[in-house]
């Protein structure tokens, strides 16, 4: 199906009405030119009210990570984003946000991957994104998942995600910025020279 095809059904999907605490409001945003595709989570509060990927605090960490500003991020075709679900689940009372619907990427992932045809590096941001793409890797923790990084290129990279919950992770994860991080600059750099 080409891609405009399934982003339209996406919009309009409301399977997971009447168990989200809002109407749903799919946030996705791919395009055929795609290279570099992140696939994080779903979309917390913030996101779920502006509409934009990553536009908050974990989004200003994941662009350092990538070495680009909030222009290209979200002005340059060649990066797309799309979670492993795609409405915001809602927070739960303990904290947190509740996990993806699994219903998501049942649904769409699937046919979305296949109308991208362009893409290089998928970023799998978070241990749902790494189980779902990487189901060799089910039974390791997230941490052992992204320390494996070089196994899954150079189609895929496993990252922490980007949230500020995760600043503790990082301090005792050092090689993760000084191995992990310069790399992922160098093929985003890389990709948007080309
Ligand atoms: S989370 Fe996914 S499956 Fe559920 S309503 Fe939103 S787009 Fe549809």
């Known amino acids: ?79 797309g984003v799309a979670a492993m679900a795609f409405c915001f689940p809602g927070t739960s009372p303990k904290g947190g946000d509740y996990p993806p619907p699994k219903r998501c990427a049942e649904l769409w992932r699937p046919q979305l991957l296949a109308a991208l045809q362009k893409v290089e590096l998928t970023l799998l941001v978070g241990g749902y994104a790494q189980r779902w793409s990487l189901p060799q890797t089910r039974d390791q923790a997230m941490t052992e998942v992204v320390a494996g990084w070089r196994e899954h290129l150079p189609r895929a990279l496993p990252l922490p995600h980007p949230s500020w919950r995760n600043t503790a992770w990082l301090k005792r994860h050092p090689w993760f910025e000084d191995e992990v991080v310069p790399y992922l600059r160098l093929r985003v750099a890389e990709m948007l020279a080309a």
């Open 1 to 79: 199906m080409p891609l405009d095809d399934v982003l339209s059904d996406i919009a309009a999907c409301r399977a997971c009405a009447g168990e989200l605490p809002h109407a749903p409001r799919p946030v996705v945003r791919v395009f055929p030119e795609t290279r570099l595709l992140i696939c994080g989570q779903a979309p917390g509060r913030r996101v779920h009210e502006s509409g934009l990927p990553f536009d908050d605090r974990s989004g200003d960490r994941l662009r350092d990570w990538l070495g680009i500003d909030r222009e290209t991020f979200y002005g340059d075709r060649r990066i």
